[in-house]
Structures are given as C-alpha cells and as structure tokens.
C-alpha cells in the first residue's frame, strides 16, 4: 500500500497537508508529492528550513522574499521556499503561505507543507515556535523514527532532549521506550501542539524496517488512536505501510426470530445469553465501539448487556427488514471510524481469532470488503466493511443485508479453515446442533 493509500488521499483530489516531526519527515513529504504529482501539479513549501540538498527532489524551485505574489509554473512538484542562507532555505512569510493557500485552492491542487525542522534525528519535541502549522491545513502528519527507541535520550538520538523528557517523564540518558514515545506523541505540547481542531491527525511511525519494530509499532496504535484518527505503521524507504485505525462493531439484534419461534438473542450459550456473548466477544476482539442495534423485545436484550462498555440504539423501523438496523449500526458511529465489522446476534460461536484476522487484513490495503471464506467456496460472516463502502449501505432498503453491496466494491476474501462460521440458528433442531459442536 502507497503512501496516499495508506493516508486515505484520493489522488485526484487537491488536500492541505501539513507534515511536522522528525525521522523522515521531509521524505514523507516529497514521497506524497510525487505520488500525487503522477495525476496534477503539486505545491510543496516548508514554513521551517530546509536543506539545499533536499531541493534537487522538486520539480521546480521559486525563491520568494516575501512578497505576496509570485509565477508558478503550475506543473510537476513546485517547491516555493525563502531565500538560501547558509546552506538552508529560509521559511516562507506568513503573506507568501496565504498566497500559495488562495491559489491552491483556485487551481484545484495540493498544497504540501513541512511545518518544522528535526536535524534529521529519528526523534523530537518542538520549541515554543514550532510547529507552524497553518489553520487552513486539512490533514496532519506527525512522523517519528522508531529506529530511536532503545536507544539513550540525548541530543545524539533525539532533537531538543530537554524537551521530550520533559513530555515523557524520562530522564535524560535513559533509554526511550514505545510507552515514553506515546506519551510525547499524544502531550498537547508534543506531538498534538498547534494542531488545528478541524484537521485529520495522522501518527507516522516509519523506520519500522523490522518485525519486532513493526509489533512495537502496532503495539502503540491503540494508545495513539486515543488521540490520532489514524496511525501508520512502515517504512519511508521500503516504502510499506499498514494503517491503523478505530475499528467499530455493529451487532444486529433486532430481528423478530420468527422462523424459530422464541427470541434467538435470549437463548443460552454456556451460561449467557447469545447477545451478551457475541457482545462480549467483540469486545476481546478490540472492536471499539461497540453498538448493539434493537427492535423486538428491545428491553429484555439491552438487559441482557447490562454492565458491558457498549453503545445500544433502539431500531423502532426493525419490522422493515434488515437494512433499517444496518443503517441505524451506521449513523450510531463516531466520524473518525475507518472501518466496521458486523456480527449477527444468532451466531454464539465466532472466535475472537477471526474478528482480529479481518482487521489485521484490512490494515495492509484498506479492501473496501473482507470476508471469511470457508472450504475455499463459501463466504462466511462477520464482514468487515471499510469507511468508504458506508455510503452504499446507507442506501439499503428491505430486508437485504450488506452482501448486496459485494458486486460494487473489491472484496478480499480469507481463508478460514472452521465451518462453524457458517452455522447460524433459525429453527430449535439448529439451536441443538450448534450446542452439540461446540461441546
């Protein structure tokens, strides 16, 4: 997965991106550059310094000295920067940033800013001055080199080490660890400093050029995701990513059970009720939110979940079909979800093991759709449905179900070698044989 995929950047579109950091950061930036400037210009420019030798990686170059007004060549990357001083160029002025602002946004095309300086080490925590982050910026990126962890907090691994003790609660010396790096990236006066409120955060963790690195750097998502609406896991060089983000679960149990005669989301699983236990299941799973959508005997079942971290929104439509629940699962969720899994309330016995499988795939190319499919034939529930495949659900009408949107996305099927994905309860002779499986 590139770069822009892994950012969830269209490129076609015309985004403000602003990257701040260190360990890779210009890189990050001239990277999305150039996979965007495959489709349309691009306006790269920097309110920090940069190196001369990065300037050979634009297309173009305009030195400006500050006036407010200046030809681009509208093609390729066009870096604009201040004038060269000792080696480094200067910043842009305020004036020359809203100038390249009005004319992105006239022309339709990105604007790629680098919002503070690092030293080129793997690590950092800004100054009072930095990062100059501009309101206007739409996405964030904050980069940082996981190549420093391990390794002692001082000048030569980390950029201004006073600071970032001062943000960790480490000592200087001491060896920086995953959980110390977390709570510099999530410090309002660390990675979260001058972030507009209205911009998409994004956490880069590159250099992650190891499985142990990468382990460690997923390992830290969950606490970023508190503060990040995603977080990437990879290498700049390698140019690898996995994105990670908050992935919901939407239980269905609204359904009337007609067919079998009682309530299927009351009848008992080793001691619990069937919705409790696939509630619960979800939760192990690390679904977050979780939301348990009902209808029929709407009281009895959100007794059931008495206790349990979940978001439960009645579906008084339920008699309608299907779609009204998956509909209602959807409006329930927060707007930085990247993903949903969708867990029916009859199906007691889904392993936490496959919930997990579906993320996990799901991080390395954002698939639109995975599904388990078992016996190499048969595809199985719970699905996992990407952000971008909500709209299309929102349509749904009747008693129809997500698999009527399969034909208008790619779907990324996973092997699952246990058939009991398939077993679902609708009659008492099926409730009995379920039971007797799992015995």
Same mark, same amino acid.
């Given at each position: 997965m590139d770069l822009a995929r892994a950012l969830r950047i269209d490129t076609s579109s015309h985004p403000i991106v602003s990257v701040a950091g260190s360990g890779g950061k210009t890189t990050a930036l001239f990277l999305l550059a150039r996979q965007l400037a495959a489709h349309q210009p691009?306006?790269? %420019?920097?309110?920090?310094?940069?190196?001369?030798?990065?300037?050979?990686?634009?297309?173009?170059?305009?030195?400006?000295?500050?006036?407010?007004?200046?030809?681009?060549?509208?093609?390729?990357?066009?870096?604009? %920067?201040?004038?060269?001083?000792?080696?480094?160029?200067?910043?842009?002025?305020?004036?020359?940033?809203?100038?390249?602002?009005e004319f992105s946004r006239k022309k339709g095309i990105p604007l790629l800013i680098e919002a503070d300086g690092s030293r080129q080490k793997p690590l950092k925590a800004p100054a009072e001055h930095e990062p100059s982050i501009p309101s206007f910026t739409e996405i964030v990126i904050h980069v940082s080199g996981l190549s420093g962890l391990g390794k002692p907090l001082n000048d030569e691994h980390v950029h201004r080490p006073e600071l970032f003790s001062q943000c960790s609660g480490l000592a200087l010396g001491e060896s920086v660890s995953a959980q110390a790096l977390t709570r510099v990236l999530t410090h309002p006066q660390g990675g979260l400093k001058n972030m507009p409120a209205s911009a998409r955060r994004v956490a880069l963790l590159n250099q992650a050029d190891t499985p142990e690195l990468r382990a460690t750097g997923g390992g830290m998502a969950r606490d970023l995701l508190s503060a990040f609406d995603s977080v990437l896991v990879g290498s700049l060089q390698q140019v690898t990513f996995a994105t990670l983000e908050r992935t919901a679960g939407i239980i269905l149990a609204a359904g009337k059970s007609s067919r079998y005669g009682a309530t299927k989301q009351l009848l008992d699983w080793n001691g619990k009720p069937f919705v409790r236990q696939v509630t619960e299941t979800a939760l192990r799973a690390g679904l977050e939110p979780v939301v348990v959508v009902t209808g029929f005997h709407h009281a009895e079942i959100e007794s059931a979940l008495n206790g349990l971290p979940v978001s439960i929104v009645h579906n008084a439509d339920y008699e309608q079909g299907q779609s009204t629940s998956v509909k209602a699962g959807i409006r329930a969720l927060p707007k930085n979800i990247g993903a949903a899994v969708f867990l029916l309330a009859?199906?007691?016995?889904?392993?936490?093991?496959?919930?997990?499988?579906?993320?996990?795939?799901? %991080?390395?190319?954002? %698939?639109?759709?995975v599904a388990p499919l078992v016996l190499e034939e048969r595809r199985a529930n719970p699905v996992l449905f990407d952000r971008d495949v909500f709209a299309d659900l929102l349509q749904l009408t009747g008693d129809t179900g997500g698999r009527a949107v399969f034909h208008k996305h790619p779907v990324e099927y996973l092997p699952w070698h246990d058939d009991i994905l398939l077993f679902d309860v609708d009659k008492p002779e099926d409730y009995e044989k379920l039971k007797r499986l799992q015995s």
């Amino acid at each position: 997965m590139d770069l822009a995929r892994a950012l969830r950047i269209d490129t076609s579109s015309h985004p403000i991106v602003s990257v701040a950091g260190s360990g890779g950061k210009t890189t990050a930036l001239f990277l999305l550059a150039r996979q965007l400037a495959a489709h349309q210009p691009v306006i790269l %420019t920097a309110t920090s310094h940069l190196g001369v030798w990065q300037i050979p990686m634009a297309d173009h170059l305009i030195l400006v000295k500050g006036e407010a007004d200046f030809h681009l060549p509208n093609q390729g990357v066009m870096l604009v %920067t201040g004038e060269i001083e000792n080696e480094r160029t200067k910043p842009v002025s305020e004036a020359a940033l809203n100038w390249l602002y009005e004319f992105s946004r006239k022309k339709g095309i990105p604007l790629l800013i680098e919002a503070d300086g690092s030293r080129q080490k793997p690590l950092k925590a800004p100054a009072e001055h930095e990062p100059s982050i501009p309101s206007f910026t739409e996405i964030v990126i904050h980069v940082s080199g996981l190549s420093g962890l391990g390794k002692p907090l001082n000048d030569e691994h980390v950029h201004r080490p006073e600071l970032f003790s001062q943000c960790s609660g480490l000592a200087l010396g001491e060896s920086v660890s995953a959980q110390a790096l977390t709570r510099v990236l999530t410090h309002p006066q660390g990675g979260l400093k001058n972030m507009p409120a209205s911009a998409r955060r994004v956490a880069l963790l590159n250099q992650a050029d190891t499985p142990e690195l990468r382990a460690t750097g997923g390992g830290m998502a969950r606490d970023l995701l508190s503060a990040f609406d995603s977080v990437l896991v990879g290498s700049l060089q390698q140019v690898t990513f996995a994105t990670l983000e908050r992935t919901a679960g939407i239980i269905l149990a609204a359904g009337k059970s007609s067919r079998y005669g009682a309530t299927k989301q009351l009848l008992d699983w080793n001691g619990k009720p069937f919705v409790r236990q696939v509630t619960e299941t979800a939760l192990r799973a690390g679904l977050e939110p979780v939301v348990v959508v009902t209808g029929f005997h709407h009281a009895e079942i959100e007794s059931a979940l008495n206790g349990l971290p979940v978001s439960i929104v009645h579906n008084a439509d339920y008699e309608q079909g299907q779609s009204t629940s998956v509909k209602a699962g959807i409006r329930a969720l927060p707007k930085n979800i990247g993903a949903a899994v969708f867990l029916l309330a009859d199906q007691p016995q889904i392993p936490v093991e496959v919930i997990r499988a579906l993320m996990e795939a799901h %991080t390395h190319k954002l %698939t639109p759709i995975v599904a388990p499919l078992v016996l190499e034939e048969r595809r199985a529930n719970p699905v996992l449905f990407d952000r971008d495949v909500f709209a299309d659900l929102l349509q749904l009408t009747g008693d129809t179900g997500g698999r009527a949107v399969f034909h208008k996305h790619p779907v990324e099927y996973l092997p699952w070698h246990d058939d009991i994905l398939l077993f679902d309860v609708d009659k008492p002779e099926d409730y009995e044989k379920l039971k007797r499986l799992q015995s």
